[in-house]
């Protein structure tokens, strides 16, 4: 299947500090990158994501840039905050076969 | 709307048995999926399915079975349990039919002994 590399494993920042999580990917017919957001003990859950056709997306503090031509995303947090720790999952969907492919994860701390 | 549920939150099984997790939605979603998360691992799809009737295998469907007899349900089956199924099991559904914009259940975290 498609494979996605996420770096880095493990990031720590002060609070207010930025953060940025970058996925590379290999397939170029993949169309949908979207990244996800896991606290302890919790459910993934969505919280941006962006299309092949589109170049950047944002949401308050959180954005997502997709190069596709050097076939990387990043996700970017700006101003962090405490409650902002938890494992990012980037992932994404060749819209041909229907399969989400999930990086490794990145466990993000901000230290108060 | 409860969105996407999983049954049961836990369980414990030995080597060779069987079992079913559950999962529904209410949301009338057509895609629906099923991963298992082990640590370093990421997500790792087994099954999906775009419509009742529909199923299809996804990384690691190899000792898994899946059904979809109605839009709201998706039952995954274990048929004869091993130690390397020990995880933690997440359902997930989407509006379209290409697997975007997922919504997670909250999972179930299985151990086979």
């Known amino acids: 299947g498609e494979n996605v590399e996420q770096h880095p494993s493990t990031l720590s920042v002060q609070e207010g500090d930025s953060a940025v999580i970058k996925c590379t990917y290999s397939?170029?017919?993949?169309?949908?990158f979207p990244w996800y957001k896991q606290e302890l003990g919790k459910r993934p859950q969505l919280i941006i994501d962006i299309r092949s056709n589109v170049g950047e997306k944002k949401d308050q503090r959180i954005a997502v840039t997709l190069n596709k031509t050097a076939k990387h995303f990043s996700l970017h947090i700006t101003e962090t905050q405490p409650e902002d720790s938890a494992v990012y999952f980037c992932?994404?969907?060749?819209?041909?076969?229907?399969?989400?492919?999930f990086g490794k994860g990145t466990l993000l701390t901000v230290n108060p | 709307n409860a969105g996407v549920t999983q049954t049961p939150k836990f369980q414990v099984l030995k080597t060779g048995q069987s079992m079913t997790l559950q999962c529904a939605q209410d949301m009338n979603h057509e895609y629906m999926s099923w991963y298992r998360q082990d640590p370093g691992m990421g997500l790792r799809l087994i099954h999906y399915s775009v419509g009742a009737g529909i199923t299809d295998q996804g990384e690691v469907p190899n000792g898994y079975n899946v059904s979809r007899s109605t839009t709201e349900d998706f039952p995954l089956r274990l048929l004869s349990a091993a130690p390397s199924q020990t995880s933690v099991y997440f359902c997930a559904s989407a509006p379209g039919l290409a697997g975007e914009t997922q919504y997670f259940g909250p999972g179930t975290r299985l151990l086979v002994l």
């Open positions: 397939d170029s017919a993949s169309n949908y």
């Open positions: 992932a994404l969907l060749k819209g041909s076969n229907y399969k989400l492919t």
